[in-house]
Every structure is written in C-alpha cells, then in structure tokens.
C-alpha cells in the first residue's frame, strides 16, 4: 500500500511539472500580443505652440469617463519631428509620446525609424500635419501612409488668401475671406506674382492642393489666422508686451508699426486652434471632411488699436 502511495505520488508530480515545463516547441512558443485598443496618432511636428496644445489634450483624454491615468489613456500618440523640445514640451509632452527624430527636408522615407513604424501599423485614428510647409512633404506623407489613415488633418493658414483671387478686407465693406475665396488666378503672370509676393502661402496652399488630388484618405484643411497664446515662439505678441511694460524707462525706443502692416487681420487663440483640430478628428463629424476651414477670432484684429487694448488691461 505504500508502494501504491508513492508511486501514485510519483506520477501526479511527473504529470505536473509536465504541464508547467511543456514541450519545447511549447515552451518557445510566444503569445501574440493582444491589440490595443488604444487610438494611435501620428504627428508630424507636435512639440511646438499649436501642436503641444493639441497633443496636451489628447493626452489628458482617458479611455472611458472613470480612469484618467497613463494605462488608460485613450490614445497612443507617435511624434514625429527634427528632435527640439521648446519651452516645456520635453516635461510635458515628450515623456507621454513615442518620438521619432526626421527631417522632412530630407525625405521621411529616408527616416528607418518612421518607415518601420508605419509598415507596422494597420491604420492610424488621425494623422496630424503641424509641420509641413512645402507641398512635396504632404505628397510623401501621402506616397507613404496611402489608406493607413482614417483622416489626415492639415494645418494651413489664412496666407492662402494672399496667393488667390480673394478680394481683400476693407474697414468699409467689413467683407471677410471665406473658404471659397481660395482659386488661383488663372493669369500665370498674375499667378506668379502672388506666389512670389507670399512663399508661406503658396506652399501651404500647394500642400492643401496635394490633399484634394489624392482619394486614399479623407482630409481637412484648417486656416488659421496668426495664432496667439502660450509658449509663442514667433515673438508677434511678446515684443509688444514687453515695449508696453518697459517703454518708460529711458533706454527702451519707440516702437513704430511698420507702414507695410495690414489694417486689418484676424488672429486664433491657440486653444481655439487645438479645439477645432480634435472636432475635426471627430467621427461625429465625418461629413466635414474633404473641405478647407478658416478658423479665427470673431473680433478684426488691428495692431495700433490692440496695443492700446493691451496697455490698458496692464494699466500702462
């Protein structure tokens, strides 16, 4: 009867550590992993003003109502750009996204890093272009991800209207640009002048115009006006505060507005920037997509009477 008892226990021992060790082709077997259920997002640019305020706020974005920390969030952000880290981006961004150094001026097929990371994924939630300012970068972007994503959303700017027919803003007639504004003039000599007047707003205009030629993915353009806000690293809206704090003391000039300054513009806050780029990612708004949006202040801004405005809220 011990006899029986031992073997037995022989046996029951010998058959479980049998299940846990396995066979070889077993034990090198690994399991695929599962899929995340998170968004992925790739953006090209991202750590500067308009960008770092976007992914700020995709960031903060949990999956359901209920959990709001870093496993839970809903969506898996790719950043791709020339490596800088402005004001606190690297605190604040950097450490929640995967980044991937390219320059576009070099050609992003050029990048091993990002062309990896796109042949591995299936589709991408969004694509998001802060930093495209030729149009020869949208078309690699396009050659590149073809139908990997859902929508393609491109950051333009109200400079389009300045290489079109668009008739310009009068105080008198208060007409604004809209969207259908944008047509080039169909004069090549007349053409070529706008281009060469404005650069900016030929190649991003040229980079709308890639969107529209291409159909394997839908797309949306937003023109924003000069955008203002935090972590503004053009120096548009600081050099005026900081003329209006110091200008008392004796070594500070005077500030002339340069007579080549329109009369009138209009301007984006940058939250409002950010806001209008997460709505058009939006599902809700699926039918929006495929068209261009200018995107600004209700207010006309001016420079001289916003200096005055900006003394008087900083009691100077």
């Known amino acids: 009867r011990a006899l029986l008892v031992a073997i037995a226990a022989f046996v029951l021992g010998s058959s479980s550590a049998a299940r846990k060790a396995g066979t070889k082709d077993e034990r090198d077997h690994v399991p695929p992993k599962k899929k995340s259920k998170k968004r992925r997002i790739l953006s090209f640019g991202g750590n500067g003003m308009i960008g770092s305020e976007v992914l700020h706020q995709l960031l903060q974005s949990p999956s359901s109502p209920s959990t709001s920390n870093a496993d839970h969030r809903q969506y898996d952000i790719v950043l791709v750009s020339r490596g800088s880290w402005p004001f606190d981006s690297e605190e604040r961004i950097a450490p929640n996204v995967q980044s991937i150094v390219c320059d576009r001026k070099g050609g992003i097929s ?40 859902r929508v393609y959303v491109y950051v333009s700017t109200d400079s389009v209207y300045e290489v079109t027919e668009s008739p310009p803003y009068h105080m008198e007639s208060k007409r604004r ?129 916003q200096i005055m405005s900006m003394g008087h809220l900083m009691g100077n």
């Open 110 to 149: 050029n990048c091993p890093e990002l062309m990896k990371e796109i042949q591995s994924t299936e589709k991408y939630h969004a694509v998001l272009d802060f930093s495209a300012y030729r149009p020869k970068w949208v078309q690699d972007a396009v050659d590149l991800l073809q139908n990997k994503a």
């Open 177 to 305: 640009s809209v969207e259908t504004d944008a047509v080039r003039p169909s004069d090549d000599a007349i053409r070529e002048e706008l281009n060469e007047d404005d650069r900016y707003g030929d190649r991003k205009f040229g980079g709308e115009e890639v969107l529209y030629a291409q159909s394997a993915m839908p797309h949306v353009s937003l023109r924003f006006a000069d955008v203002i806000g935090p972590r503004d690293n053009t120096g548009r809206f600081v050099t005026y505060y900081a003329w209006i704090k110091f200008h008392g003391l004796k070594s500070v000039p005077n500030m002339a507005v340069p007579k080549g300054i329109a009369e009138a513009t209009s301007i984006t806050y940058v939250e409002d920037a950010a806001q209008s780029i997460l709505l058009a990612m939006d599902e809700s708004n699926r039918d929006a997509w495929n068209a261009s949006y200018n995107i600004g202040c209700e207010e006309v801004f001016n420079v001289t009477s």
